[in-house]
T-cell receptor, first 112, second 116 residues
Framework: QKEVEQNSGPLSVPEGAIASLNCTYS??????FFWYRQYSGKSPELIMS????GDKEDGRFTAQLNKASQYVSLLIRDSQPSDSATYLC????????????FGKGTKLSVIP | GAVVSQHPSRVICKSGTSVKIECRSL??????MFWYRQFPKKSLMLMAT?????????EQGVEKDKFLINHASLTLSTLTVTSAHPEDSSFYIC????????????FGPGTRLLVL
């Protein structure tokens, strides 16, 4: 069984701070990685995807990938109360499968 | 772009009845659609993967005769929960994979099923 591990949180950060969300995965065949945000009672919405080692920035979000360490992270700069949600890490199950394995998510709370 | 709708958003039914959930990709063609189930405070669990025009592939432990999936077109997939029981009460979410967009999945808003 392929595993995706995330700290469940809650992770509390003050408004304006940087939130750092971490994820490790066990499937060495994974080549594509996704971060989704899920508000309580809602379905996931895509935040970012990353495919290559290193950093990828999109607005206030930066995804970091290290395939050798099987580690992917998401940084949220200038955190806002509206960022309060559960963040799901989802590696693809092996290259080309198009299937995702979801972690349990990290609950982020941004304190005004 | 990449909008997925689901209907109904919420359904309550009696034990033993069947419930059909529709999933539509509104502005793209979904080569592959996925059905997930999420229990409270748990992660999304993939139930099945369906490709247009072919039989769905079910995850281990998911009964294909209980959860019937039809992917009749590139924009529509349906999940029918047959003979529903209270333990089937959950949040069912579908997603579509854009034919042109690679691995990214776009999720519908989900259907909350309560079986009494």
């Amino acid at each position: 069984q392929k595993e995706v591990e995330q700290n469940s949180g809650p992770l509390s950060v003050p408004e304006g701070a940087i939130a750092s969300l971490n994820c490790t995965y066990s499937d060495r065949g994974s080549q594509s990685f996704f971060w989704y945000r899920q508000y309580s009672g809602k379905s996931p919405e895509l935040i970012m995807s990353i495919y290559s080692n290193g950093d990828k920035e999109d607005g206030r979000f930066t995804a970091q990938l290290n395939k050798a360490s099987q580690y992917v992270s998401l940084l949220i700069r200038d955190s806002q109360p509206s960022d309060s949600a559960t963040y799901l890490c989802a590696p693809e199950r092996g290259a080309g499968s198009y299937q995702l394995t979801f972690g349990k998510g990290t609950k982020l709370s941004v304190i005004p | 772009g990449a909008v997925v709708s689901q209907h109904p958003s919420r359904v309550i039914c009696k034990s033993g009845t069947s419930v059909k959930i529709e999933c539509r990709s509104l502005d793209f063609q979904a080569t592959t659609m996925f059905w997930y189930r999420q229990f409270p405070k748990k992660s999304l669990m993939l139930m099945a993967t369906s490709n247009e025009g072919s039989k769905a592939t079910y995850e281990q432990g998911v009964e294909k005769d209980k959860f019937l999936i039809n992917h009749a077109s590139l924009t529509l997939s349906t999940l029918t929960v047959t003979s529903a029981h209270p333990e089937d009460s959950s949040f069912y979410i579908c997603s579509g994979n854009n034919q042109l967009g690679g691995e990214t999945q776009y999720f519908g808003p989900g259907t909350r099923l309560l079986v009494l």
